[in-house]
Nanobody, 122 residues
């Protein structure tokens, strides 16, 4: 069955970096968009970044643009989120998600990972 498993979260100081990984299984990632979402306590879930499969185009939320970079390795069925210059407001559970029916980042995800905690604190 389709599975998404995130890893790489943890505690980091402000200004630090983390790289999140998402391993996809049960389907071929090549054909579908995939992205990262996050949810902080007491806040709504927000989309952080997405990468399409058709042309590799990317989307970033304004709050992370210039600091986060999404990438995918279709050969390994993996997607990554490199997070630099982390701020306390980046603290959240980060989820990997894919619309496993569309190559477009405009499509709503229908598969989600279990999430990985990122905490930015001194």
């Amino acid at each position: 069955q389709v599975q998404l498993v995130e890893s790489g979260g943890g505690l980091v100081q402000p200004g630090g970096s983390l790289r999140l990984s998402c391993a996809a299984s049960g389907f071929t990632l090549d054909y579908y968009a995939i992205g990262w979402f996050r949810q902080a306590p007491g806040k709504e879930r927000e989309e952080v970044s997405c990468i399409s499969s058709s042309d590799g185009s990317t989307y970033y939320a304004g709050s992370v643009k210039g600091r986060f970079t999404i990438s995918r390795d279709n050969a390994k069925n993996m997607v990554y989120l490199q997070m630099n210059s982390l701020k306390p407001e980046d603290t959240a559970v980060y989820y990997c998600a894919t619309p496993a029916y569309s190559s477009s980042c405009l499509a709503s995800p229908n598969y989600w990972g279990q999430g990985t905690q990122v905490t930015v604190s001194s």
